[in-house]
């Protein structure tokens, strides 16, 4: 059953299919399968979205919140015309910036979503690991729906993220390792002290969340061209940075929901994931034809913090998702990171986080390649004021 105006119907497991109750709390399916929101699809309209303010909470129907969400006033973000870039790969190139979000991250929306929905299912206290800016995003919207949080991450995450969490009220805790060794920690603590345990893809609202940036492209990528009230429009290739992945699978989502909504005539966009060469578990098992994402062995420090995932708890749904659209991963170096943070700011007025700038220097590779189809859309996930400590180095 679906309520309000969420059609939000029940979870369904990636992996062996099996219907799980969207109304109670839910972790992953008993396979170990990550759970996704199934909406009822029929009878949604895009114009009564439209008609509906800006931002996130537009597209109600295909969001789980089924009340009054949890939201710090989420702005709809720029999709903004990239002219230098634009010009250098001779393809219409664009950028949506996420970085005007409460908190400086894209994980605003998922935290928007997620906290919502943990209100909503009745939960008081919730831990979580976390790379940094999903601590932060989440000690926020925590505070403001007054549920308690632990966030564990590693001693090595930005110290920004850090204090942003302990300033909005959250138990801290910093462990030695990387976000694995934070997810482990963060499991004991909320079973010692009966939290919800929120990782990414042991809960599954954040992704939901993270759609809306999609669905928001996809509606302005129509106004560029010819206007059509009826009609969404799917740019050919999205640039996403990629560190547990949900970015990218809630890209591939959003495009299939709009599509079995009739909203869209296009072909699916191509799904190019960026990783740092530093930390690139997926983009190896990309490149040797895995379907399995083996742990990355190496301790990881690229400054790009929200891609230092060693081991993603769903790097096969990565795989699938971009291999299913004809896209591809690929790693950039630490270098090249840097150097698209500042080409993005001095050439095109963008201070982007160095996960964000990534996007440039492997839609750079591309196209030296001859192999980048436009219009392309980058997605900047949040603010380079995050990581002024790190920028200012090197
Ligand atoms: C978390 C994070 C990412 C990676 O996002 P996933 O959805 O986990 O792949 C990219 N950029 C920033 C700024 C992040 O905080
Ligand atoms: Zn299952």
Redesign the pocket.
């Known amino acids: 059953m679906s309520s309000g105006l969420s059609h939000l119907t029940h979870l369904e497991c990636a992996r062996c299919g099996k219907r799980h109750e969207a109304q109670v709390l839910q972790g992953r399916c008993d396979c170990g399968g990550t759970l996704l929101a199934r909406y009822d699809l029929s009878g949604i309209d895009l114009s009564t979205a439209r008609s509906r303010d800006p931002g996130m909470w537009r597209y109600r129907e295909l969001l789980p919140v089924a009340g009054e969400p949890v939201s710090l006033g989420e702005p709809e973000t720029p999709l903004l015309y990239m002219r230098a870039l634009s010009e250098r790969w001779g393809v219409e190139t664009w950028l949506k910036d996420d970085g005007p979000l409460p908190s400086g991250?894209f994980?605003a929306r998922g935290a928007a979503a997620g906290v919502s929905r943990a209100m909503e299912l009745g939960v008081k206290a919730i831990a979580m690991p976390t790379?940094?800016?999903?601590g932060g995003a989440w000690a926020l919207y925590c505070a403001r729906a007054g549920i308690e949080l632990t966030v564990v991450m590693a001693r090595t995450a930005p110290e920004s993220n850090r204090i942003e969490a302990e300033v909005a009220g959250a138990i801290v805790e910093l462990v030695d390792g990387s976000i694995a060794d934070a997810g482990r920690r963060a499991k004991e603590i909320a079973t010692e002290r009966g939290a919800f345990f929120a990782a990414?893809f042991f809960e599954p609202y954040r992704l939901e969340g993270?759609k809306s940036a999609w669905l928001e492209v996809f509606d302005r990528a129509g106004e560029s061209s010819a206007p059509d009230e009826q009609r969404m429009k799917l740019p050919r290739t999205l640039v996403i940075?990629?560190?547990?992945?949900?970015?990218?699978i809630a890209a591939a989502k959003a495009a299939a929901e709009i599509a079995e909504l009739g909203w869209v005539d296009e072909e699916p966009a191509l799904l190019v994931g960026v990783q740092a060469e530093d930390c690139a578990p997926i983009v190896r098992a990309f490149e040797q034809g895995d379907e399995e994402v083996a742990a990355w062995e190496r301790p990881t420090t690229t400054i790009a913090a929200?891609?230092r995932?060693p081991a993603p708890a769903e790097g096969a749904l990565v795989l699938d998702r971009v291999r299913a659209s004809g896209g591809s991963m690929q790693a950039v170096a630490e270098r090249d990171i840097r150097l698209a943070v500042h080409h993005l700011a001095a050439t095109e007025g963008v201070f982007a986080?160095p996960?964000?700038a990534a996007t440039v220097a492997a839609a750079d590779r591309l196209a030296r390649d001859g192999a980048l189809e436009g219009p392309v859309v980058l997605y900047n996930?949040?603010s380079g004021t995050k990581y002024i400590d790190v920028l200012g180095e090197g």
């Open positions: 991250t994980k790379a940094g800016n999903a990414t993270k940075p990629v560190g547990g992945g949900v970015a990218a929200g891609l995932v986080c996960e964000g996930t949040g």
